[in-house]
Every structure is written in structure tokens, then in C-alpha cells.
């Protein structure tokens, strides 16, 4: 049984039917790729299986770890495993980077019960006792994964994605990514914005994470992040279902030809939006 198994999947989004019949399978150790062009319904895919409210499940399903995902509310999928890195991460100000990560780390390992702020003696007992994460330790934990994507530790004070730039805004996606350890992470457009330099950092830090902890479903629309993080399947949705897969090379034909032939030979409409 794979880690996450979606079978027939369809989506539909204020009465508007967006996925129309997905099945895939991601398993750790792997990744997959999944392109497609704009409108075709990969953020929608990637919301529907975190949970968000907007989006509802209309037929088929998603396991993980043979569990009903669908039947899961979105923090318990979360602490089951699943993360979604953002094509667009909100801005939450007042709430800062450093806050907002241990809480979250904590509220994992809660699993589910209340997090009680912990500050001084307290959080070290209960950092020694194994439930929550002391600020001692997160503050290591944290300053060395900053470090590895190249975030100034600064950062860590700084309101979450307040006024960050774009890159900045991905980067502490996979930081997010990076301190929660999911099993599975969906990453929508975690390339976009990101220059030459901060696409190689970003890909080593997803490549640092998957194997036999974790497998990503890489949400791109260029064949280049695909040189840094090496797919095992390509994917290509259109019109809300997966059209055709291929090998890592088959991003590379997608780049040099388009998507046109790809609707010609499958016969898609021209444009999902028409
Ligand atoms: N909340 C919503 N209300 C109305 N339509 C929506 C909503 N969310 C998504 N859609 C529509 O669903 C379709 C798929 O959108 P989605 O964001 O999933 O595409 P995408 O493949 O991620 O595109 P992109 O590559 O541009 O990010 C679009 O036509 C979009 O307008
Ligand atoms: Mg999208």
C-alpha cells in the first residue's frame, strides 16, 4: 500500500467541479512531478488533500498510510504526515517565524491535546520529558536548518512572510517542511521567485529530506528545479485529471514542445478556463 493513495479523485470548488478523476500514488523514497498548465488544478489538488474547507471531495478517495485522509480534519493530516508547502504562504503578522514553528512542532507532538506555552524550568522538564520541544532545543533545531537554507537567523524574529520577498517566503516554506519532518510533502511552485542561487539551496534542502522518511510531490512548471531534485515519474494534469506520466526526461521533451501536442493527442480542450 502506497504512503499516499488517491484513487478517482474529484474536487469541486464553490459548486464548480475542478478535478475531475485523479489517481496517483506517492510512496517515501520518491518523488514525483506533477506539471500541467496554468488553471489545470494542481493547487486545488494540493488543498483538497490538506483539507482546506473551500474545497470538497465529491467522489473517490485519499489514504494515507491507509487511514482515510479525506474523513481527517486538516491538523490531524498534518500531524499524521502530510505537508503542503504554498504556492502563495499568507502573511501572518504579529505571530513570528520562530513562534509560529514551535508551536506547530509542538502541537505535532501534542498530537492533538491543547499546547501549553512552556517558558524557562518548564520547557526544559518538558523538553527532557520528550512531549514538547524545549526552546533550547528548537532554537538549535532551528538555527541549523536556517542555516542550511541560507536564512539570516534574524528571521527567526521577523513576522511570519510580513513584507518577506518571495524567495524569502519559500525558503521558510521549507524550513516549515524541514523542522516538522512530514512523510509526504506536496510542494506547489516552492521554485517560483527563487533565484539561481536559492534554487539550489531550496533543492538540497528537500533532497537532504527524502528517502526512507519522506517522499514530495514537486509542483513545478520548469524543468529546471527538475535537474536539482531528480523525479522518479512526471506527471502532466490538464482539465483536472492526469493526462500522461513519464520518466525525468519527460520534463525536458515538455520544455522543448509545449502542451498543445499533449492536448491534441488526448484530446483536451484548449484552455480549461474556456
Ligand atoms: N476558490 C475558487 N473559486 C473559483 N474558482 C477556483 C477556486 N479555486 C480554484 N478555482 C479555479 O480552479 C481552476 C484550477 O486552479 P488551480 O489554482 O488549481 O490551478 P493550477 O494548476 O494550480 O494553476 P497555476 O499553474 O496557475 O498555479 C482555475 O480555473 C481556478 O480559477
Ligand atoms: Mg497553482
Redesign the pocket.
Known amino acids: 500500500m502506497a504512503t499516499l493513495e488517491i484513487k478517482d479523485l474529484h474536487v469541486s ?2 459548486g ?1 467541479e ?1 478535478i475531475k478523476g485523479v489517481s496517483i500514488e506517492v510512496n517515501k523514497n520518491e518523488v514525483h512531478a506533477l506539471m ?10 494540493s488543498f483538497a488533500l490538506a483539507g482546506h474547507p ?1 474545497y470538497t471531495v465529491t467522489r473517490g478517495s485519499a489514504t494515507f498510510k491507509g487511514e482515510d485522509l479525506l474523513t481527517m480534519p486538516p491538523d490531524e493530516r498534518a500531524r499524521a504526515g502530510l505537508f503542503l508547502a504554498f ?1 502563495y504562504p499568507a502573511a501572518v503578522p504579529g505571530v513570528t517565524v520562530g513562534n509560529f514553528l514551535r508551536t506547530a512542532v509542538n502541537a505535532k507532538r501534542a498530537g492533538g491535546a491543547p499546547v501549553k506555552a512552556l517558558t524557562g524550568k518548564d520547557a526544559e522538564i518538558a523538553g527532557k520529558n520528550g512531549s514538547q520541544i524545549s526552546a533550547r532545543e528548537f532554537l538549535k533545531v532551528l538555527k541549523e536548518n536556517m542555516k542550511n537554507l541560507g536564512l539570516k537567523e534574524d528571521f527567526a524574529f521577523r513576522y511570519l512572510n510580513d513584507g518577506f520577498s518571495g524567495g524569502e517566503k519559500k525558503r521558510v516554506e521549507i524550513l516549515q517542511m524541514a523542522v516538522l519532518k512530514p512523510e509526504i510533502a506536496i510542494l ?2 516552492t521554485d517560483s521567485g527563487l533565484d539561481i542561487d536559492a534554487m539550489k539551496t531550496v533543492s538540497d534542502g528537500v533532497n537532504r529530506m527524502v528517502g526512507p522518511a519522506m517522499g514530495a510531490l514537486v ?1 513545478t ?1 520548469y524543468q529546471r528545479l527538475l535537474n536539482y531534485i531528480r523525479p522518479q515519474v512526471v506527471h502532466v ?1 490538464m482539465d483536472g485529471r492526469i493526462v500522461t506520466s513519464g520518466g525525468p526526461d519527460f520534463a525536458l521533451e515538455l520544455e522543448a514542445k509545449g502542451y498543445d501536442w499533449i492536448r491534441q493527442k488526448y484530446g483536451v480542450a484548449s484552455s ?2 474556456a
Open positions: 470548488v464553490e464548480k475542478i500541467g498548465p496554468n488553471g489545470s488544478g494542481k493547487s486545488t489538488l473551500k504556492q506547489d511552485e509542483i512548471h494534469m480549461a478556463a
